[in-house]
Every structure is written in C-alpha cells, then in structure tokens.
C-alpha cells in the first residue's frame, strides 16, 4: 500500500481508542511498513495507527526521521512502566498541521510492550523521546495534543481549524 494518507484533526478515528493488536501476521507487517513509509514522507517523528485510520495500538517513533538506522521504534501494545518529572516544550502533530503549543509532558518515561514480530521489549525515553512516547501514547486513546491545551490556547486552535474547514483548506 505505501504512503496511507494522514487523518486530521476533527476526523472521527482520530478520536477514538485504538484496540490490542492479536496477530503478528502479515496485515500487520503491512500496517508497519505503511506507518514508517508515511511518517518519513510527511516528514514526522512519529506516527500512531490511529492517525491512518486503524485503530490498533501500535506507533512508530525515529527522532531522526530516517538518518540513522537503528533510531526507529516500533511499538506494538504499549504501556507505562513509569513516567517522572516535566517538561514543557513546543509540541506539533503531524495531524495538525501549521499549529504548534506547549504541553506539559514527563521528562522521562518508559514504556513496554511488543515489537512489530510480537517480541516483549521495554524502551527507556528522556526528554524528546519521553515527549514522543507520551504524545503517540496519547493518540492510541483517542488523545491529539490539542486536547490537552486548556483555555484560550485551545479555543483559539479549534476555531482556526474549524474556519480552515469550513473553507475546505483543512
Ligand atoms: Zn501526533
């Protein structure tokens, strides 16, 4: 299938919890090709299922967007195993595009879960990869970055999107 086109912010599935992966098999080899592909092209750092439509708990994360193999994480079923301190820093989606806002986030954090062949893995991450994992976390339950926003910060976001919708710019 190659590059899966990239949901945005207001699209049902966006909102909506993802469900655990069951088989390893080759849809879902399928769906992780996809995910790496696609978030390369955007270009991204990382990418949820949910993002593409599918609602499976799986996301894929390369701070490097590619330059250095070995960087890339796939995560299949994650959970925390701890999340400690904060940080705040401009944070960006690849599902809304042009808007940027600060989120609070752990400053370190460590999930668990399976690789894309169902092997148990647990991946430690400080400030931007605890930010990411917190981020693609959050898209697995339905979660955008904008959500998290409160006040005035938010509102002015979704009024924006919705005048981009509107005039079919979004
Ligand atoms: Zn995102």
């Known amino acids: 299938m190659g590059i899966r086109p990239i949901l945005r912010y207001g699209e049902r599935p966006l909102h909506e919890p993802a469900a655990d ?5 080759d849809s879902l080899q399928q769906l992780v090709d996809d995910m790496i592909e696609t978030m390369y092209a955007a270009p991204g ?6 993002q593409i439509g599918v609602p499976l708990r799986v996301f894929v ?5 590619g330059r250095n193999t070995g960087e ?7 959970s925390f195993v701890s999340r400690e301190g904060t940080q705040l820093e401009e944070e960006g989606c690849l599902s809304a595009p042009g808007f940027n ?20 893995q647990t991946i430690e991450g400080k400030d931007l ?7 693609e976390m959050d898209h697995l339950d339905g979660v955008v970055f904008i959500d998290r926003l409160r006040g005035i910060k938010r509102e002015m976001i979704v009024r924006k999107i919705q005048k981009l919708k509107k005039t079919g710019k979004w």
Not at 45 to 50: E, M, N, P, R
């Open 45 to 50: 750092v990382g990418l949820a299922a949910t």
């Open 129 to 135: 990869l605890a930010r990411a994992f917190q981020h």
């Open 21 to 25: 992966v069951t088989a390893f098999g």
């Open 61 to 65: 994360i390369d701070l490097t967007v």
């Open 101 to 120: 806002a600060t989120v609070v986030r752990p400053r370190q954090a460590v999930v668990k879960g399976l690789d894309r062949h169902g092997q148990e």
């Open 72 to 78: 890339l994480i796939v995560m299949v079923n994650p």
